[in-house]
Nanobody, 123 residues
Framework: QVQLVESGGGLVQPGGSLRLSCAASGSIFSINTMGWHRQAPGNQRELVAT???????NYADSVKGRFTISRDNAKKTVYLQMNSLKPEDTAIYYC?????????????????WGQGTQVTVSS
């Protein structure tokens, strides 16, 4: 059973910063891709950033230059440093992991999702 647990959300003023964390647990040997999506009220879920086990990153245009994704492969944890936050960044942020290999060598291509953490940017 693989679980993803996010932390670090909250209320912040415009221009402020937050750091989200997401730790994967379970019988996991490695994870190919980890990342973050977000969903604002009335909107579809959208990609924010992804990072591979080799460290290759991809960002949505709306967060480039403000958000930084990183990961600790040994801890099976992904982080999202969010700076210069704007009200339009307000959303539930979901962590995901895809391309998991278990300790028994089984490969799971499908994505696993966390429960989400609320980020609210408001004065």
């Amino acid at each position: 059973q693989v679980q993803l647990v996010e932390s670090g959300g909250g209320l912040v003023q415009p221009g402020g910063s937050l750091r989200l964390s997401c730790a994967a647990s379970g019988s996991i040997f490695s994870i190919n891709t980890m990342g973050w999506h977000r969903q604002a009220p009335g909107n579809q879920r959208e990609l924010v950033a992804t990072i591979t086990s080799a460290g290759s990153t991809n960002y949505a245009d709306s967060v480039k230059g403000r958000f930084t994704i990183s990961r600790d492969n040994a801890k099976k944890t992904v982080y999202l440093q969010m700076n210069s936050l704007k009200p339009e960044d307000t959303a539930i942020y979901y962590c995901y992991a895809a391309g998991l290999t278990s300790h028994t060598g089984t490969y799971y291509s499908g994505a696993r999702w966390g429960q989400g953490t609320q980020v609210t940017v408001s004065s």
